[in-house]
């Protein structure tokens, strides 16, 4: 198998307010870190772009620490309800399950949907796809995100979001912020893909729409791929992904079109951030929020965007 470009990969574990501790920084960048070598090591090796999507995705959902599959946050009633969904970009294919649960990795449910005639399922709808496809009954609950919503319930839910992941020193602290895990990945055949995984906002009311199973959060086609994380609100008002996306595949650079689309969620008082790479191979993140946890490949090294605070709106390598 011959590779005819260079593989590219960028990946995120949430975006939000600021890590609480220098020991949160370094286990976070310690994940993100061997997951790209994991998930790249896949790429040089011939793997599809869709085929490291779901693999990244499945590793960040099984880490604790995100807010996805394991780890994911309770929502008002304490229930943990996951949403996922996988772009083909070279299919231009979309897929997803939204609100599912008892089930490890969410995303492996939007593959299998990539090659039926229904290819996004809500709630009930996954629990029988679950039941068809006999996936194992499984206990996404963690300590940490238990003892953050029984906090939370003490004080009535008085934080937009839960924390952007799971630190011990999060539940003592009254820092809002968001988690939730996405991958975009350029092939050595030249092909994109997107995949985006959540256990929502956390604390949020029974039956609330997450962005990250909606093309509003994830999308990808021949030109550009983008998984986006935040406020699902926020980033459905922007249409952030098809916006960023359509830009590049209308003739628009991946910076300028990432540049412009982050310029106008500023001035509209968006709180997210974005994981973009286009058909050319270039690399972009951007983010209106505090942090953007983000790690990426360009073929020669592996950089993050744990401590970019440079006042910018977006960051292209
Ligand atoms: N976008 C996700 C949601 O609103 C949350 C996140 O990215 O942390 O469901």
């Known amino acids: 198998m011959t590779l005819q470009v260079q593989p590219k990969l960028i990946v995120h574990g949430g975006a939000g307010s600021s890590l609480h501790g220098k020991g949160g920084l370094e286990a976070v ?15 040089v090796r011939g793997a599809t772009a869709s085929e490291a999507v779901v693999r990244g995705c499945q590793l960040l959902e099984d880490d604790p620490r995100f807010n996805a599959g394991t780890g994911s946050v309770l929502q008002s009633d304490g229930q943990i309800r996951m949403s996922a969904s996988l772009m083909d970009g070279s299919l231009g294919r979309f897929s997803g399950v939204i609100n599912v649960s008892r089930v490890k990795n969410p995303i492996e449910m939007a593959l299998f949907l990539q090659n039926s005639p229904d290819r ?3 709630d009930y709808g996954s629990a029988e796809l679950a039941r068809e496809l006999q996936l194992p009954t499984y206990n996404a609950l963690t300590d940490l995100r238990l003892k953050e919503w029984m906090q939370e319930r003490e004080e009535n839910f008085h934080k937009s979001m839960a924390g952007v992941v799971a630190e011990p020193e999060l539940a003592e602290s009254s820092h809002a912020g968001r988690g939730t895990i996405g991958v975009v990945a350029l092939d050595g055949y030249g092909q994109l893909a997107a995949g985006t995984s959540t256990g929502g906002k956390g604390f949020e009311r029974i039956g609330r729409v997450s962005d990250s199973a909606m093309p509003a959060g994830n999308y990808a086609t021949k030109y550009a791929g983008v998984s986006c994380t935040g406020i699902g609100e926020d980033i459905i008002d922007e249409c952030l992904a098809p916006k960023i996306v359509i830009r590049v595949t209308d003739g628009m650079s991946l910076k300028e079109s990432m540049l412009r689309s982050f310029t106008e969620a500023s001035k509209n008082g968006r709180d997210f951030g974005a994981i973009a790479l286009d058909a050319t191979g270039a690399i972009s993140y951007g983010k209106t929020s505090e942090v953007l946890l983000a790690a990426y490949h360009n073929g020669d090294t592996i950089g993050d965007t ?11 390598c």
Do not use: A, F
Request: charged letters at 25%; glycine letters at 6%; zero cysteines.
């Open 29 to 43: 960048r310690n994940s993100l870190t061997k997951i790209i070598e994991e998930v790249y090591s896949l790429l």
């Open 120 to 122: 996004v399922l809500s």
């Open 306 to 316: 744990l401590e970019w605070n440079d006042g910018e709106l977006i960051g292209y």
